[in-house]
């Protein structure tokens, strides 16, 4: 038998194969974001860090 025979066997004998998760996990990330005070065109005078 499959794995996904097995869990459907357990399920349809009321047993959870899968927990349910009830809470949303929390969400981690991290963001960088670079602006400008005005409008640029050239690429010379900027650097990254």
């Known amino acids: 038998m499959t794995?996904?025979?097995?869990?459907?066997?357990y399920e349809l004998r009321g047993?959870?194969?899968?927990?349910?998760?009830?809470?949303?996990?929390?969400?981690?990330g991290i963001a960088v974001t670079r602006s400008f005070g005005a409008e640029h065109r050239s690429q010379r005078g900027r650097r990254d860090d």
């Not at 959870?16 to 996990?25: G, K, R, T, V």
């Open 3 to 9: 794995v996904t025979g097995g869990r459907t066997v």
């Open 15 to 28: 047993i959870s194969s899968l927990p349910l998760e009830l809470m949303e996990p929390t969400r981690k």
